[in-house]
């Protein structure tokens, strides 16, 4: 158990929706990365925050937003979904920024679009 | 640009023999670089990394890495599988220049065979 949180473990929804997956990171972690890992990508960056900014951007669309919290948790939101966005979407934690950290994960959230 | 390179898409082993998993990243500076591993259904687990200094690093469950720059390489290496080594294995190298994100490779799927 890696100590990062991810809710919900599994999503079903239709194209055109909007959903909204959250991460809690380990305790006393202050950065919050996402990651896409789909079949034809693989394992994909999408965005950091530290201590509630906004420090990188990788390749996430500009359907999708995330947001880190007063306390620390994180959402990531997906809207006008497509087929396409189905994947595994993970949550990592580490404890800073400005240097690299080993990332801790967690166990993601599948999302279906249907 | 950062990339990483994992030839080895898919690997059997017998139990009990030696593993070593391949490893290129290409990276303008010092590489910080990581191995994960993945179960089925599950998080990525951190095996291990290398940050600078001694460049053979030993990790978890009897793993070690050799980072060799001239050959710009981290391979894994276990010197005896064990079956519930079975899983998906990840190479990353993180990148300081671009918000600390990883990089990762498209990862080798392990088979151990009794």
């Known amino acids: 158990d890696s100590g990062v949180t991810q809710t919900p473990k599994h999503l079903i929804t239709a194209t055109g929706q909007r959903v909204t997956l959250r991460c809690s990171p380990r305790s006393g972690d202050l950065s919050v990365y996402w990651y896409q890992q789909s079949l034809d990508q693989g394992l994909q960056f999408l965005i950091h925050?530290?201590?509630?900014?906004?420090?990188a951007k990788g390749n996430i669309l500009e359907r999708f937003s995330a947001q880190q919290f007063p306390d620390l948790h994180s959402e990531l939101n997906l809207s006008s979904l497509e087929l396409g966005d189905s994947a595994l979407y993970f949550c990592?934690?580490?404890?800073?920024?400005?240097?690299?950290?080993?990332?801790?994960f967690g166990p993601g959230t599948r999302l279906t679009v249907t | 640009a950062q990339s990483v390179t994992q030839p080895d898409i898919h690997i059997t082993v017998s139990e009990g023999a030696s593993l070593e998993l391949r490893c290129n990243y290409s990276?303008?500076?010092?590489?910080?670089l990581f191995w994960y591993v993945q179960s089925p259904g599950q998080g990525l687990q951190l095996l291990l990394k290398y940050f600078s200094g001694d460049t053979l690093v030993q990790g978890i469950k009897g793993f070690e890495a050799e980072f060799k720059r001239s050959q710009s390489s981290f391979n894994l290496r276990k010197p005896s599988v064990h079956w519930s080594d079975a899983a998906e294995y990840f190479c990353?190298?993180?990148?300081?220049?671009?918000?600390?994100?990883?990089?990762f490779g498209t990862g080798t799927s392990l088979t151990v065979i009794p």
């Open positions: 990276y303008g500076a010092t590489p910080y």
């Open positions: 925050y530290y201590n509630g900014e906004e420090r």
């Open positions: 990353a190298v993180g990148a300081l220049n671009t918000g600390n994100q990883f990089y």
């Open positions: 990592a934690s580490s404890v800073g920024s400005g240097h690299i950290y080993e990332q801790y």
